[in-house]
T-cell receptor, first 114, second 111 residues
Framework: DGGITQSPKYLFRKEGQNVTLSCEQN?????MYWYRQDPGQGLRLIYY???????QKGDIAEGYSVSREKKESFPLTVTSAQKNPTAFYLC?????????????FGQGTRLTVV | LAKTTQPISMDSYEGQEVNITCSHN???????ITWYQQFPSQGPRFIIQ???TKVTNEVASLFIPADRKSSTLSLPRVSLSDTAVYYC????????????FGSGTRLSIRP
């Protein structure tokens, strides 16, 4: 089935360690996005990418890094520079082009830093 | 980017019709209005999208007045399973621009 797969679903890391969250899609979508969600809050955009080998910062990019080496994959690294990394992370993808479309979301990764 | 404003929370009862209104005064000509539903610990799910007038699908209706400065999501005969957070977004997903989510409306349905 087509869709977006985020892994793992739960992730625990020690403070000061970098951690990489996986996001893979087989929808042949050009655009991919990473959002962060804190308890009781809306989604905040971290990074987005329109095309392979290109990406732009969202509103809260500090302490995060991404890569887009393949169309299907958009991994997010949470670095030790991110002061409050514990959160729910969501990946999405969408078609790029004129006209109406929608974004498809993965099921999320809940990161807990202890 | 058009900013959206929607109520923080709403309560209703099973079997009722629920209308959630979203204000987007700065909507651009090319922007579409999209509504998403999110359950706890899950990714948002697309509900409905429209540009003007009325759009209806199997789960909801979307009403957009002529000036497009607001929109109303209508959920007919809600059930307990409709308890969720509903987000109104304005923009063009197709251009992969910075799609911004607001705080959403937390809808609680009671028996």
């Amino acid at each position: 089935d087509g869709g977006i797969t985020q892994s793992p679903k739960y992730l625990f890391r020690k403070e000061g360690q970098n951690v990489t969250l996986s996001c893979e899609q087989n929808l042949n979508h050009d655009a991919m996005y990473w959002y962060r969600q804190d308890p009781g809050q809306g989604l905040r955009l971290i990074y987005y990418s329109q095309i392979v080998n290109d990406f732009q910062k969202g509103d809260i990019a500090e302490g995060y890094s991404v890569s887009r080496e393949k169309k299907e994959s958009f991994p997010l690294t949470v670095t030790s520079a991110q002061k409050n990394p514990t959160a729910f992370y969501l990946c999405a993808s969408s078609i790029v082009g004129r006209g109406r479309t929608e974004a498809f979301f993965g099921q999320g990764t809940r990161l807990t830093v202890v | 980017l058009a900013k959206t404003t929607q109520p923080i929370s709403m309560d209703s009862y099973e079997g009722q019709e629920v209308n959630i209104t979203c204000s987007h005064n700065n909507i651009a000509t090319n922007d579409y209005i999209t509504w998403y539903q999110q359950f706890p610990s899950q990714g948002p799910r697309f509900i409905i999208q429209g540009y003007k007038t009325k759009v209806t699908n199997e789960v909801a209706s979307l009403f957009i007045p002529a000036d497009r400065k607001s929109s109303t999501l209508s959920l007919p005969r809600v059930s307990l399973s409709d308890t969720a957070v509903y987000y109104c977004l304005v923009g063009e997903w197709s251009s992969a621009s910075k799609i911004i989510f607001g705080s959403g409306t937390r809808l609680s349905i009671r028996p």
